[in-house]
Every structure is written in C-alpha cells, then in structure tokens.
C-alpha cells in the first residue's frame, strides 16, 4: 500500500506468474508451460540477416508482415489479425474494447471458474464486472453453461488452463450461436497441442462476435520475444486498433516482428516440435498413470495430474521443489488435488518420473 498510489492500485490482485528461478540456478522448470525446444531455426537466420540500421526507424504499427505470415497459416485476410505484444496484452485491449464497464451495464463478462488467472485481473483492472461460472466436476466445460444467460462477453481458454482439457469446436459454435450480441474470446494458447482439434479460427467469417486469440509463446518456443495475435472480423480489429493507437501504437519491435513472421512460414519445424511435445505427454501421462495418477486428456504441452492418495498435491510440489523440479501447484478448491507439469524433453521428463517414483516409494515405506 502507498499513498502515492490510486485506490484501483492499492485494491488490485496482480496475476502471480509461476516462480522464475535466478540465473544461473539449475532447475528443471516445469511450471510455466514454455517450449522446451528452441525456437525454428529460420528465427537465427532472420536475426543475422536483420539490418540494425533499421531499428533507428519505428516498426510497422500493424505488423504487417506477422499478420500476412498468420492470414497464410490460417486461411484469413491479413486484416483479420491484429498483434500484440504477447497474448496478455491482446487479452488485455479486448476487455478494454469489447466489454462494458460496470459503471454502464448490470451486465457481466461470463468466465468459467477455474481458467487462466490473468481473467479475473483483467476483469479488476477495466472495472469489468465477471461472473464465474462453475466448471463440471469432471474439469470440463459444459457449453449450455453459456447459453441464456445475460452477459455483456465471454472468455473461455481452449484447451483450458489449468485442467488442459479441450472443447470440441461443435461447442464453441453452440456457444457463439447462442450470444450473438457480445463478443467471444476464445483464448487459444495451447490449440497446437490438441489432438484432431479444429481451430476456431475456422470459423471467422462465419461469425462476426468471435475473437481467437494466440500466442507464440508456447508452440512456437518463443515467450522470450513477447507476441500475440487475434484473429477476428475486420469490425473487431478495428476496434482493438482503436484501444491500441490510445495506449500504445508500436506494441511489437522490428525484431519481433520479423522473428514471428519467420517463425510462422516454417511449417515443418512448427509441426516436428509440436509432434515431439505431444509424444513425450503420451508416454509421460501412461507412466504417471501407472504410478496410480488420474488425469484428464490433454490437449496442451502440459498435464493436470492428480497423485495417488498416498501423497498429496501440495507435498508432490514441495518434495519436487527441493529436489530442483518445478511444476505448479495451485492452493484454490477444485484444483489443490492436481499438478500442473509443463511437458519438457524426454531428459527432464525422465528426471520428474524419477523423482516423483522416489517420493511415492517414501511415503510407501514410512
Ligand atoms: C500463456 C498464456 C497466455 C499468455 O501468453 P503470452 O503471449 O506469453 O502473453 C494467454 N492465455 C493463456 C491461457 C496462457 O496459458
């Protein structure tokens, strides 16, 4: 608290991010879903043939090229993508641009009660007013949830974090037809991930009110560069570029931008590693799983296991932690049973089964 604050600052929750080790610290970091694969090589390539003398100059305020590499991945115009300086700045200018303060409506944004932690700041922050809606006891979303209810918004993260669980795209429509008048974000962070999974992406054009938002950050081994993206109708974007030119017109730097772009032309690479992910979470999931884990199908680079009853949650994390092995516990009902484990490479992956056998065996024996 300080009194040179504005009361919204002293009052607001900042979102927690998963614990970053100090550097130089040897960890093996489970617990903020990063890529554990480097980013595609054309990235390198980019940046030795970058001509510095550019970054005298400011960047293309739309990110012109990123928006032309994204409308050729997913089959839309490039004025369909708006970018941002990570998928939490994107998220952030929807709810400035998309829902209503609460000051002007008796209407909420709809979230569902256990998603991605940035929601409910973000809803604080705008003076948005959100209502959560409770998940299945099974971590699913139901769809009928969203439907007839009054709302001035949704967002919902699909696949979900932290359950990893992920709606079929007959869903998404079904909640799309039934809230025609407000704007759908459908957060998809970690869509790369999911087996067989239809983007919603596939439906712009098709519906005016849906936003997909996504980030590099995740299946493209990239956090460190900060990039996001939209895709929505062009009345959408421009609105988000409206938010934007009031705040911050250059949120993605030369080499951002030119990185992201290579980044997203290389198919092969994109594919490979997002393959190689999903392969370490299938043999991982059956491991845990016969160490007496439960855990829903995922359709993320991370799993949400439950350990046996002979060791819980909250103990898994902290014996882990000591041992050098971070993943991420989160002390909220619903969720306090599980663990969220980001899928490394088969190296760290085999050092968590390892650990977490050593642990399983302890309490067996005490
Ligand atoms: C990681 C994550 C983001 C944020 O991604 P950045 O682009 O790194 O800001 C957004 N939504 C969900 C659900 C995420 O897990």
């Known amino acids: 608290m300080s009194s040179f604050w504005n009361s919204k600052i002293n009052e607001i929750e900042p979102y927690t991010a998963g614990e970053q080790p100090k550097d130089g610290q040897k960890v093996i970091k489970l617990n903020t879903n990063e890529n554990p694969y480097p980013p595609s090589p054309r990235c390198k390539e980019a940046l030795l043939d970058f001509d510095m003398s550019t970054l005298r100059l400011y960047p293309n305020t739309d990110s012109k090229a990123v928006c032309e590499a994204v409308a050729k991945v997913d089959n839309v115009k490039p004025e369909n993508v708006f970018v941002g300086n990570g998928s939490d700045e994107v998220l952030a200018l929807c709810w400035q641009t998309f829902f209503e303060k609460k000051e002007n409506t008796g209407k909420s944004v709809l979230i569902p009660d256990i998603s991605y932690s ?40 699909n696949p979900n974090a932290p359950t990893s669980i992920c709606m079929p795209i007959e869903s998404i429509r079904k909640i799309l037809d039934n809230n025609k008048e407000s704007v759908v974000i459908i957060d998809e962070a970690y869509a790369a991930f999911a087996e067989g999974y239809t983007s919603a992406a596939t439906l712009i054009g098709e519906y005016r009110n849906l936003v997909v938002v996504r980030t590099m950050s995740k299946s493209y081994g990239l956090a460190g560069l900060r990039l996001g993206y939209a895709i929505a109708d062009e009345e959408l974007i421009e609105g988000l570029k409206r938010a934007r030119d009031s705040f911050n017109s250059y949120p993605a730097d030369r080499l951002a931008q030119t990185l992201a772009a290579a980044a997203l032309s290389d198919r092969e690479y994109f594919e490979k590693t997002r393959k190689a992910v999903m392969d370490t979470r299938k043999r991982v999931m059956q491991e845990l799983r016969d160490m007496g884990f439960t855990m829903p199908e995922s359709g993320a680079n991370f799993i949400f296991a439950k350990p046996p009853v002979s060791i819980t949650a909250e103990t898994l994390y902290k014996n882990l932690k000591a041992k050098g092995i971070l993943v991420r516990y989160f002390n909220k009902p619903l969720i306090r049973e599980s663990l969220r484990i980001t899928i490394g490479t088969d190296e760290e992956m085999d050092e968590l089964v390892k650990a977490v056998r050593e642990e399983i065996r302890n309490v067996q024996e005490s």
């Open 118 to 157: 940035f929601y409910p700041v973000y809803s604080d922050f705008y003076d948005v007013r959100a209502e959560k809606v409770a998940i299945k006891e099974d971590l699913t979303i139901d769809p009928d949830d969203f439907t007839g209810r009054e709302n001035c918004g949704i967002a919902i993260a």
